[in-house]
């Protein structure tokens, strides 16, 4: 017999309007079961039937006692299967800017500088590996420019090798920034650090050797929001051209 819960008997000798008729089945109810046990004598059978009725009884109260929770439970998997088709779409997007960052990260193991690229809302993490990688290629100095700095910058800096010079341009040296640079350079003497002014400067640059990086936002606050970076082919000379002519007007 069919396991679908519809059993089709094809009627002979009467005069019905289609050949066949449906009815629901009993072969998998407990009604069922009761019916066979009228036919099935042996005593295997008997103690089959009699466990297959039990495990029915005990299932009808089991639905019975915990009707409510079988309903939420139905729920919540209908919901859970209605987010899953909803987020199909988002996940291959997230899954294309993984791709996208493997790919960054694996040029930068093999020593090749990404040229350009673009970070998300919310990617601190991955857009400090990043610039830590980079810091990490530089063979003689690290020049940035940056309007802000703080001590999370200068943390950045102990990724470089040793030997490597740094210097920083920025707008904002403020005291506390004098105070971190002293502790810094105090705790670091074979690997000092120098931080000057800059003026009418509003764009990031971080000079690896002499290749040029421009950035979207300062370094301390990369992956907060999204940003873009770029290998330009700009000088440090003609980035701070400005700049030394401002400082220049003023001490004149």
Known sequence: MSASPNATLEKKGQNLKGKHTKYRSLAFTEQ????????LKSETAIKVNIAIMRAFVQ?????????GLVNRLSNVEAKDLEQDCRLTGHDEH??????K????????????????????????FDAYVFVCDLIRQAKKRIVLVDRYVTEKTLTMMLKREKGVSVTIYTYDKSKVLEMDLATYNEQYPDSPMQVL?????????LFIDDTAFHFGASLKDLGKNTFFFTQE???????????????AEKES
């Open 32 to 39: 069922g079961v009761a019916m066979l046990s009228s036919v």
């Open 59 to 67: 299932l009808r109260h089991l639905m019975m006692g915990n009707g």
């Open 94 to 99: 997230l899954l294309d800017h993984d791709r």
């Open 101 to 124: 960052f493997d790919e960054l990260f694996e040029a930068m193991d093999r020593g090749e500088l990404k040229s350009k690229g673009l970070f998300y809302n919310n990617q601190e």
């Open 197 to 205: 002014p800059s003026y009418g400067m509003h764009d990031r640059f």
């Open 233 to 247: 082919d700009f000088t440090l000379q003609e980035v701070l051209k400005e700049s030394q002519k401002i400082q």
